[in-house]
């Protein structure tokens, strides 16, 4: 049964995937390229989730977990590089923050729903070493976009080198995040192994090929995407802020929203908290600053520096996840709460 559910949501994908190919390349409808490129996004973004969980098989449990929330994240790297390389820089910095909103509020909160429920005593409980090492990853990423944010709106000395901070900010977090890393990695035996609860078990040399397609098709649906993005979001009226925040957000987090869920609905709570918060920690300390690095090389530059509402998003996320999920216990209403922050963030971007 299982399989042929995988089955089932690979021909998905492809169909989806051909289909925004034959859209960008055949016809001159973007809003049908946007929305189908979004939707085989997501497809994408799963299959590498599915591949990631059966190569994980021959790593520990903690390797696992980071090498998903890892490929995971290429729609996402995808798509903000082509973004940048259009001069896209809205769409660039608030796919990046929709990525860290959607999983760090929305997923984690629909996965505390899930957990609390499959409890008996209708709390769930986990670990509480990831959660409250996230969350310093988190504090400190809001530390660098808070004050870099501050300096801009006063205009003092520093906020003529936005750039030049934002690079030697990102590579204090990727140096940071390293040290926790290593160290998270030589801990590995603290979760359950990933590729053993999976329902998803192919050959490694089968889950290889199935990820470098999954990498290849990301790439070109990102590229499609991205270049149907801006006449179709003026055609249908929203803004791009929020396509990057809430569109991409979840599309380019389909692995997180549906591994997290299914495991904390299956009483599995220290894996689905592993999953979801190793993509948080990972979206603010490495992909976030590797970006801004990267896009040293490209004519549109990416920074830390957000504006006001986005700046204080981030700084009011982290804290609220970590006064839910830093005791090692949470109760349905939490999640409802994290999820809540979302739908108003979300309900706030769709009218800038």
């Known amino acids: 049964m299982q399989i042929g559910r995988t089955a089932l949501g690979l021909g998905a994908t492809v169909v989806a995937t051909a289909a925004a190919g034959v859209l960008h390349y055949a016809t001159s409808s973007d809003v049908a390229t946007f929305i189908v490129a979004a939707v085989a996004l997501g497809g994408l973004a799963w299959i590498v989730g ?52 959607a999983n760090g509020l929305l997923v984690l909160g629909l996965a505390i729903v899930a957990g609390a429920r499959a409890a008996d005593d209708g709390v769930m409980r ?69 590729v053993e609860q999976s329902p998803h078990h192919l050959p490694f040399t089968r889950a290889l090929v199935l990820l470098a397609g999954a990498g290849v098709g990301a790439a070109f649906v990102s590229d499609w ?31 997180e929203n549906v591994v997290g869920v299914t495991l904390a609905a299956k009483g599995q709570a220290d894996l689905a908290v592993s999953v979801v918060k190793n993509s948080v920690a990972q979206i603010v300390a490495f992909l976030f600053p590797a970006l801004v690095l990267l896009s040293l090389f490209f004519s549109s530059r990416l920074t830390f520096v957000v504006n006001p509402v986005l700046a204080s998003a981030v700084a009011l996320s982290a804290v609220a996840v970590w006064a839910i999920t830093g005791d090692g216990k949470a109760a349905a209403f939490e999640g409802w709460a994290l999820a809540g922050f979302y739908a108003i963030l979300a309900a706030l971007v769709w009218f800038e």
Do not use: C
Request: hydrophobic share 55%.
């Open 50 to 101: 599915v591949g990631t969980e059966s190569v994980g098989a021959r790593f520990g449990p903690a390797a696992t977990g980071v090498l998903q929330s890892t490929l995971g994240n290429l729609p996402e790297l995808f798509i903000v590089l082509f973004a940048l390389g259009a001069g896209e820089t809205v769409v660039a910095q608030s796919s990046v923050l929709g990525s860290l909103f």
């Open 126 to 194: 986990f670990s509480v070493r990831l959660p409250n090492d996230t969350a310093v990853l988190t504090l400190l990423a809001s530390f660098l976009i808070v004050i870099l944010g501050i300096s801009d709106r006063i205009g003092d000395r520093a906020s003529r080198h936005q750039v030049a901070i934002s690079a030697a900010g990102a590579v204090v977090l990727l140096l940071v995040y390293a040290v926790w890393l290593l160290d998270y990695l030589r801990n590995d035996g603290a979760a359950e192994a990933a």
């Open 225 to 255: 995407f991205v270049t149907a993005l801006d006449p179709a979001v003026k055609q249908l009226g929203i803004s791009k802020s929020f396509t990057g925040l809430v569109i991409v957000g979840i599309a380019g987090n389909a692995v």
